[in-house]
């Protein structure tokens, strides 16, 4: 079969609607063209073949003569899509070739071989480990760092150490990948090589459910991908339209990464590893060396900054090759797989050529021009690679670079997009949109997967609605996820539903989502466990939660796991659910299941999973995890690092800010004491009088969790505010590994709740700290007398609010108190009915059901006796520390002080003095 031949069918209409001949009668036919690779795929037709030649047919490339024409004229024929649906070729991975498998060529030298020996990275261990993992139980190990920083060499090394007898595939990009699958179910082991795994993320490609299944078949997948394209994908992926949970197409994408094994391929190699390369003998590695620290050794090696600056600097004197180069560079950055055809690449560097200067700059002819961008430089590669077949490609060191601004070309002209478009077929298609969405170009990306939705692509069809959803055109994007939901496909069922929900169509979208649910979703689950909850079946959301968890979903498996927590049904062996969420490696169920093991007093244990927590939650957010930045700013906070807590909350903020929790870090003046830093809920906030945060702050002393019981140490802590028919708590606990910032109105079953704090917090054990003091001031005078004092702060962690007629909350006295004679500053005393004994130096005051007690001196003993009883002032100032005259004066002006006069013997003294503070 000779050559590509170009079909005159519409490529929008479905594979099955492709032409075959077709008799129409005895006497008349009719004839249309086809691709020819689509006769390959056509069974009856390769036998028919068989059998009346005796071959098989197979593809080749039709390649002209370059005689009489220019240089270009060769290559003219080649298609950017050949490479789509191309075969899938098994060797063994010790017979691979490493040029072969994408490792970059060095210069020749004599003496020595034409590959310089591998050298030892310091992540060479962390890679091998990765593999042995996967070794044994399929999955993707991911190498990601700049153009020519040794990451496909690296992985070909350890790929030959690790499993030498394995078969290796090595497909081209945009070829379609759902037949591995099948050719996996053989005995022999199997490893996938996806080098420059950008090619291969579309809907034939590698997606979520395909490496699922091959994972189960025990598949190994190695793949590269350069770095700014990996911070793109997961930049999609965060900042993607969010619908109660679920992302749309291809920006899931970003989370199959996060699914990886991940190795980072630094471009400048350390200390370390250069005094290991200087035992090389190789002069081509010392030459690398002696280049400075500037560039790492493998870019060196490959040319890479010797093509960039060769380029550049080719603009004086190749000023026409230099556009060509640019143009190739321009089309490869639209995300065009396969080779190039020259005369695009001809066609498009007449504005490269013009945006440098045109005609002013004597560009050479094309001819010299394209021999000049085709040239090998040092013996190694030229700036216009030739691809097998025909066809070009520009060095990948020069798209890294122009990626990052480093070179001639600017920013993409529009006739270069709509040359993509022109070129893209197939799966190449997704390739641009997705190129086209991280550049900010959804008119492109829509462009280019109306075609594919069009033919009845579903998954197309699901990103095309998420581009037209995001573009403001809802009900466009709508319709396009029922048309693909309609035909099946799960995906689209999840995010229709999610996306009905949103628009208040709650019935219709549980349908949806339960359609989902019968198609394999998880996440649909997810979806209605939250839709349950939110209509207050508590049940009901626990039953679907729970049936994620057991299907694997973490997020399931953490909100089963926090809605048994929050109920204290912490004993519970169902708790554990956070645990395997936790094990499964989600950084938020590590900080929540620590606080479930610290309520149970496990604290080695919880300290190892706050360990992990945070250790994952940093990997996660390095490589841009909004959800894993939250956690870890959690994480920073109650360990006391507000700052660098603050940071990663803002560097969430600004990928995904619907991903924000609803709560702040806000931090005391200066000049109060109390709390330094909190962590406080909007809702709070809004509930609140003005300067009653400030108060609130003052009355509470970061000292032990009400959930926990554990010391909250030097961290910040969240504030929760649990309200009741008479009034509302406002308490403290561990950020994120207890509670999380609230006010709420709900708090464990109606028994607990109705009992009070000392049930709230889930135990019957009391975890508020009370602390108190004696003293004998002038500050205080009852009738022109100064009387022994007992200052008591009767839950450090807690304070009292009450809602006042304008519907604002603010700080009061306890109303327990209040019930049993206390009254605030200004008031009358009381004789409250209480009791007051001092005896051995100890005084101890009873009032109701508390007790506190203090030391005193023999004076202040000798005074109270002689007065008859003591002054009892209960306030949230009071600091637990010792006492002194500022200790003394911000407990007194504390807004929930209050004071009693309790007798040494009950009854005694009915006179009612008046209280004040002396100026």
Not at 453 to 470: D, F, K, P, Q, R
């Amino acid at each position: 079969m000779a050559g590509h031949v170009r079909s005159c069918c519409d490529a929008a209409r479905p594979r099955d609607w492709c032409c075959r001949p077709r008799p129409r009668g005895m006497g008349h036919g009719r004839l249309e063209v086809l691709p020819a690779r689509l006769l390959l795929e056509d069974e009856v037709f390769v036998d028919l073949v068989q059998r009346h030649t005796g071959l098989h047919p197979t593809l080749e490339s039709l390649v002209r003569s370059a005689t009489g024409g220019s240089l270009h004229e060769v290559t003219d024929s080649v298609n950017v899509a050949t490479a789509i649906g191309g075969t899938i070729d098994w060797e063994e991975v010790s017979a691979a070739s490493a040029a072969h498998f994408g490792v970059h060529r060095v210069r020749e030298v004599s003496g020595f071989p034409r590959m310089v020996d591998c050298l030892p990275r310091d992540f060479d261990n962390e890679l091998q480990s990765h593999l042995a993992e996967v070794v044994e139980s399929g999955g993707l190990v991911l190498l990601t760092g700049p153009s020519a920083a040794g990451k496909t060499r690296s992985a070909f090394e350890a790929v030959q150490r690790v499993c030498p007898d394995w078969l290796v595939c090595r497909p081209e990009p945009a070829t379609d990948l759902s037949g591995l699958t099948a050719a996996c179910r053989t005995g022999a082991r199997h490893l996938v090589w996806l080098d420059d795994l950008e090619g291969h993320l579309h809907s034939a490609g590698l997606t979520a459910s395909l490496l699922a299944e091959l994972q189960r078949r025990g598949v190994v997948v190695v793949a590269t991908l350069r770095s700014h394209l990996y911070d793109d994908l997961l930049q999609l992926d965060s900042a993607a339209v969010s619908l109660g949970g679920p992302t749309y197409g291809s920006r899931a994408a970003g989370r199959l990464l996060r699914q990886a094994r991940h190795v980072q391929v630094p471009r400048t190699w350390s200390e370390a590893e250069r005094v290991e390369a200087g035992r090389s003998k190789d002069p081509r590695v010392i030459q690398a060396l002696e280049a400075g620290e500037g560039y790492g050794l493998a870019e060196y090696l490959a040319a890479g900054p010797q093509l960039l600056e060769r380029w550049k600097a080719g603009g004086d004197r190749h000023p026409r090759g230099a556009a060509l180069v640019a143009a190739a560079v321009d089309l490869a950055r639209t995300g065009l797989a396969g080779p190039l055809p020259a005369g695009a690449i001809e066609e498009l560097h007449g504005a490269c050529l013009q945006r440098a200067g045109g005609a002013a700059l004597r560009p050479e002819p094309i001819k010299e021009a394209w021999e000049w961008a085709t040239r090998e430089s040092l013996g190694i590669t030229s700036l216009l690679v030739p691809s097998e077949g025909g066809g070009w490609r520009p060095f990948d060191y020069l798209v890294t670079g122009a990626t990052q601004g480093q070179e001639p070309s600017g920013k993409l002209d529009e006739s270069v997009w709509r040359k993509a478009l022109d070129l893209a077929e197939g799966q190449g298609r997704s390739l641009v949109a997705w190129a086209a969405l991280t550049a900010e170009r959804s008119d492109i990306a829509k462009e280019a997967l109306l075609p594919l939705a069009a033919a009845g692509e579903t998954a197309a069809m699901v990103n095309l609605a998420a581009v037209l959803i995001e573009s403001g055109e809802r009900s466009a994007g709508e319709r396009w996820l029922r048309e693909a939901a309609t035909h099946g496909d799960g995906t689209a069922m999840l995010h229709l539903g999610a996306l009905l929900v949103a628009a208040d169509d709650s019935s219709q979208g549980k349908e949806w989502l339960e359609k989902a649910v019968e198609s394999g979703r998880t996440q649909a689950l997810r979806l209605l466990g939250d839709l349950a909850s939110q209509d207050g079946e508590d049940e009901a959301a626990a039953e679907l939660w729970e049936r994620g968890a057991e299907q694997g979903d973490d997020e399931c498996a953490v909100k089963y796991g926090n809605l048994l927590r929050q109920r204290y049904m912490v004993l519970d062996d169902r708790g554990t659910w956070l645990q395997k969420a936790a094990d499964r490696g989600l950084s938020a169920a590590a900080l929540s299941f620590a606080g479930w093991l610290a309520y149970r007093k496990q604290k080695e244990a919880a300290a190892y999973y706050l360990i992990q927590a945070r250790e994952r939650a940093l990997a996660a957010a390095k490589e841009g995890d909004p959800d894993a930045m939250i956690t870890l700013g959690t994480v920073l906070a109650w360990e006391g690092d507000a700052a660098s807590a603050e940071s990663w909350f803002r560097k969430a903020r600004q990928r995904t800010p619907l991903l924000m929790p609803d709560w702040r870090i806000v931090r005391a003046q200066a000049d109060r004491g109390g709390l330094q830093a909190l962590a406080v809920s909007r809702s709070t906030e809004e509930q609140l009088a003005e300067g009653q945060l400030a108060d609130v702050m003052e009355g509470l002393w970061p000292l032990d969790c009400q959930y926990c019981g554990l010391s909250l140490g030097a961290g910040v802590p969240a504030l929760r505010v649990f309200e009741q028919p008479w009034g509302a708590t406002a308490s403290l606990y561990h950020l994120g590994m207890c509670r999380y910032p609230e006010w709420t109105d709900n708090d464990g079953t109606r028994r607990d709740s109705s009992v009070g704090i000392f049930k709230i917090i889930g135990s019957s054990e009391p975890r508020l700290t009370w602390t108190a003091s004696a003293a004998h001031t002038p500050q205080i005078t009852l009738d022109d007398k100064s009387p022994l004092i007992l200052l008591v702060n009767a839950g450090a962690e807690s304070v009292g609010l009450v809602q006042s007629e304008d519907a604002q909350w603010r700080m009061a006295p306890s109303a327990i108190h209040q019930r049993q004679g206390m009254m605030p500053a200004g008031h009358a005393l009381n004789v409250v009915a209480g009791a007051a004994t001092v005896l051995r130096g100890q005084l101890t005051v009873k009032l109701g059901l508390e007790e506190w007690s203090s030391e005193v001196s023999r004076d202040m003993e000798r005074l109270c006796k002689r007065q008859g009883g003591v002054l009892l002032i209960i306030t949230s100032g009071l600091a637990p520390v010792e006492p002194s005259a500022a200790v003394l004066n911000m407990a007194l002006s504390a807004p929930d002080a209050i004071a009693g006069w309790v007798p040494i013997v009950q009854g005694e003294r009915k006179w009612s003095p008046r209280w004040r503070e002396r100026s």
